[in-house]
């Protein structure tokens, strides 16, 4: 049994590694090809005590909902402005249909006031937040099944804050 027991131990940890490398893949690619969509935050505190410098992020297109009558899971669909910016078309439960121009954000709502698409918090290096306070965009990539990934934020005049 002993025998076992390691075999057991060392197969289950190359099956680890093999997921967290094949995430990390995944998630590279997103960076390296993913659509930078831009969307307009709305205020929230930007400080907690126990997690260090943070800024809590809630977007504009979870506002004004009626998420009694939205799923649980789907996708949030959006289409861009010239310059980048996300405009709220509709939520759907399934990726289809899409129309040209428009891009899918995978939600979920955890209670009735959230709509959540996985990009709710941007940690930043102690002592930064004056300068992340001008944010007024949260940048994500996202991919043709609506995957999000959370790369800056931009201030007013669309430049990425550093």
Do not use: H
């Not at 410098?53 to 289409?79: A, F, H």
């Not at 040209?100 to 709502?109: Q, V």
């Amino acid at each position: 049994m002993k025998k076992y027991k390691w075999l057991i131990i060392v197969l289950n940890l190359m099956i680890l590694l093999v997921y967290f490398n094949f995430s990390v893949v995944k998630k590279e690619n997103l960076l390296k090809d993913g659509k930078l969509i831009l969307l307009s935050l709305a205020p929230v505190d930007p400080r907690s005590l126990m997690q260090g410098d943070y800024m809590t992020l809630r977007y504009s297109i979870s506002e004004n909902l009626n998420v009694n009558s939205l799923p649980k899971r789907g996708y949030c669909v959006v289409n861009l402005n010239p310059q980048g910016i996300a405009e709220k078309v509709r939520f759907q439960k399934n990726t289809t249909p899409l129309n040209k121009g428009e891009y899918l954000i995978e939600y979920n709502s955890p209670d009735q006031w959230n709509v959540n698409i996985g990009a709710e918090s941007f940690f930043f290096q102690e002592g930064q937040a004056e300068k992340y306070e001008k944010a007024k965009y949260g940048a994500i990539k996202v991919d043709t099944k609506g995957n999000s990934l959370l790369v800056g934020l931009y201030d007013e005049n669309l430049k990425n804050i550093k």
